[in-house]
């Protein structure tokens, strides 16, 4: 199957320091990429979707001048966290696809667990 | 609003079969996904389906009810790695995952 793989697993950082993870497509090109996080105990959320060279979208509630996309080839997107609190604390998990929604099979990185002190 | 239901914790015995129920309300239906999710790690994708029916994948098998908005996850012949949480996704007609909670299932000897 389609491998999708993140960097870094586990980062600790301190309050008001920027983070960024990285997630790409092994070995298939992803046409789109979605960004998740995920609170211990509760499901998966959607931050935002992005397709390679457009804007990313982003969910209701995300701030996108915070949590920062970019999806500059169809193996690589990135996601950074500026300015980072605790309240950021959280497993950020991506996938990708390589159609142009959900509709794709959607494989998952093997998520990237924020500690912010 | 869009909302997925499946309870929230399951207790089975190895060997044994367990079914994990989901309920949907969506605007829209593309479609429905299971994950497997171990502790700490991302989800694995199981099953897709989009047609009523029964779909068997080994000892896995999913279960949808389009006219109910109900679908199952069944796991036979249960083994302790198939302790995990469960999670149960709604494609509605945005081509957008409805994400449930999960449920987490413990197997025990």
């Known amino acids: 199957g389609a491998v999708v793989s993140q960097h870094p697993s586990w980062v600790i950082c301190k309050s008001g320091t920027s983070v960024k993870i990285e997630c790409r497509s092994l070995?298939?090109?992803?046409?789109?990429m979605f960004w998740y996080r995920q609170f211990p105990k509760q499901s998966l959320m959607l931050m935002a979707t992005?397709?390679?060279?457009?804007?990313?979208?982003?969910e209701q509630g995300v701030e996108k001048d915070k949590f920062l996309i970019n999806h500059a080839s169809l193996t690589l997107s990135t996601l950074t966290v500026t300015s980072a609190h605790p309240e950021d604390s959280s497993f950020y998990i991506c996938?990708?696809?390589?159609?142009?929604?959900?509709?794709?099979?959607?494989?998952f990185g093997p998520g990237t667990r924020l500690t912010v002190l | 609003g869009q909302n997925i239901d499946q309870p929230t914790e399951m207790t089975a015995t190895e060997g044994a079969i367990v079914q994990i129920n989901c309920t949907y309300q969506t605007s829209g239906f593309n479609g429905l996904f299971w994950y497997q999710q171990h502790a700490g790690e991302a989800p694995t994708f199981l099953s897709y389906n989009v047609l009523d029916g029964l779909e068997e994948k080994g000892r896995f098998s999913s279960f949808l009810s389009r006219s109910k908005g109900y679908s199952y996850l069944l796991l036979k012949e249960l083994q302790m790695k198939d302790s995990a949480s469960y999670l149960c996704a709604a494609l509605d007609s945005n081509y957008q995952l409805i994400w449930g909670a999960g449920t987490k299932l413990i197997i025990k000897p």
């Open positions: 070995d298939f090109q992803a046409t789109t």
């Open positions: 996938s990708a696809a390589s159609g142009t929604n959900s509709y794709n099979e959607q494989f």
């Open positions: 992005s397709n390679e060279g457009s804007k990313a979208t982003y």
